[in-house]
């Protein structure tokens, strides 16, 4: 009863530290303090249920038990980071962002091209990556380069449909405004259409940033060399290993925050001129 006791005193206190710094100025550090008490508030709570209710290892390990395998397994873990993060996801990312990139700009210059690709891209869209990853994986190999082809399919279509969306985002009177300045089809891109997209892309780019992680862990269940997170958490869930399970899972969650992150960042960088950026400090 001590450990519920205190699950429910912790709990009660996260939520009085947050009521009042919702009623404060809103500062950097009041918006960065709300997340990490939400956090620390469950990890908390997790371990004192935990131990309260004395529940197997082997069911929930305690976030107690997570930290210390994290720490002992930490070679183990940044060789698995490295084969599906900047091997697979990370270079599937850039060839299929770069790709629905440059097939956007030629749909929008030659548009009966759109009636073509984008049923086609919509199909890719909807094959489901538990049917395609084997497929991918037969014909690319088991190693890094079959997980990386799996995150092209996954961020090709959403970055191909914001593109293309971004770029004919721009009104009529703009575009005129352009064309008396005797302004040609790709200085009016460069200097018109593509600003004028930049917040659609970076909403494909973090929309992909998500799915390239996912897409690359999933596809390492169906085949991978002796390395990696997906092929990791197969086999330790084989094993009963689930605290180096839950570090696996820990490395994606925080390897997946800080790629969304760093594209939020570029983007209020990038686009601090557009109205949706107005207002955010």
């Given amino acids: 009863m001590g450990w519920l006791v205190f699950a429910l005193g912790v709990w009660a206190g996260g939520w009085w530290l947050n009521h009042v710094l919702a009623h404060r100025p809103k500062t950097r550090l009041t918006r960065l303090a709300v997340p990490v008490i939400f956090g620390v508030t469950i990890l908390m709570i997790w371990e004192a249920v935990v131990h309260g209710l004395e529940i197997s290892p082997i069911l929930l390990p305690p976030p107690s038990q997570i930290a210390v395998t994290f720490a002992a397994k930490t070679d183990i873990l940044w060789e698995d980071f490295v084969q599906t993060v900047i091997k697979g996801a990370l270079t599937g990312y850039v060839i299929g962002c770069g790709a629905a990139f440059l097939i ?81 089809y790709w200085m009016t891109l460069l200097k018109l259409r593509l600003p004028a997209a930049m917040p659609f892309i970076f909403n494909g780019l973090k929309i992909g940033s998500t799915l390239a992680l996912i897409g690359a862990i999933v596809a390492e269940f169906f085949g991978s060399p002796i390395k990696g997170m997906g092929f990791r958490i197969s086999t330790s869930v084989g094993q009963l290993a689930l605290d180096l399970v839950w570090a696996e899972i820990a490395v994606a969650a925080m390897a997946g925050s800080a790629f969304y992150g760093g594209i939020a960042l570029l983007e209020k960088a990038m686009t601090f001129w557009h109205p949706s950026q107005r207002g955010r400090t």
């Avoid at 073509?116 to 014909?139: E, H, T």
């Fill in 104 to 184: 956007a700009v030629a749909i929008d210059r030659f548009p009966f091209l759109q009636r073509g690709l984008l049923p086609v891209g919509n199909f890719v869209a909807a094959l489901p990556i538990i049917g395609m990853a084997p497929i991918l994986v037969m014909w690319f190999g088991f190693d890094w380069q079959s997980k990386a082809a799996v995150v092209v399919v996954m961020v090709f279509f959403p970055m191909l449909v914001n593109t293309v969306q971004g770029l004919q985002d721009t009104n009529a009177m703009q575009r005129d405004l352009m064309r008396t300045y005797a302004a040609g």
